[in-house]
């Protein structure tokens, strides 16, 4: 088993979420069970899917909940550009948060392929 508080990619997803949060109150108070609840759903689910992760023992089923942690990543980053389509989000927001959403999914992205290149 791994520890998931030592991985930097674990720790850079925590520190999302509070950023997403903080970008959430922006938005309308007609969207709190719309793209609101969905939005904080996302971000909460990268972190936590990269320590649940951790607590396999297979490289396998590590590699499995890093995927489904990038692809709430993905999701993450479909429901920002959303938001700016529909006003809800300035485009420099929007930016901001897509830059270190970017810039995690490529760590997770990079993590995987580690993971399967040296484990097989």
Request: glycine fraction near 2%; hydrophobic fraction near 40%.
């Amino acid at each position: 088993m791994r520890n998931f508080r030592e991985l930097e990619v674990w720790k850079e997803a925590r520190m999302l979420v509070k950023d997403i949060y903080n970008t959430t109150k922006r938005l309308p108070s007609s969207e709190q069970y719309g793209l609101i609840s969905q939005i904080n759903r996302c971000v909460v689910s990268i972190p936590a899917n990269i320590a649940e992760g951790c607590s396999k023992y297979s490289q396998k089923d590590f590699v499995r909940f890093l995927q489904i942690s990038l692809g709430s990543a993905f999701e993450l980053e479909t429901h920002l550009l959303l938001c700016e389509d529909l006003n809800f989000l300035s485009p420099e927001v929007t930016k901001s948060s897509i830059k270190k959403l970017q810039r995690l999914q490529r760590r997770i992205a990079s993590l995987i392929k580690f993971n399967l290149s040296n484990h097989h």
